[in-house]
């Protein structure tokens, strides 16, 4: 494998990583939502409160992993167009 390659095939392993990282958060908040779903049934204010927080948290760290991932998406399209 030529060094471009590795290099290449690290840029991939960095986008791989982030999409699962979005994937984690993805599912992070879909069971905050069921947490927010079942606090709502109970009446728990403060348990409500704290779950927002935490679903307003985890939808801060999809955006930035959503722009990190066409960060790298940017990238691995310019290290392609230099190695030819």
Do not use: P, W
Request: proline share 0%.
């Amino acid at each position: 494998m030529s060094t471009a390659d590795e290099i290449m095939h690290a840029l991939q392993q960095t986008g791989t990583g982030v999409g699962q990282g979005i994937a984690a958060a993805n599912g992070a908040k879909g069971k905050t939502e069921q947490a927010i779903a079942q606090a709502t049934a109970l009446g728990s204010r403060d348990k409500i409160a704290e779950y927002n927080a935490l679903k307003a948290a985890i939808e801060e760290a999809i955006t930035a992993l959503n722009g990190g991932q066409e960060k790298v998406v940017q990238a691995l399209n310019r290290a392609r167009a230099a190695a030819g």
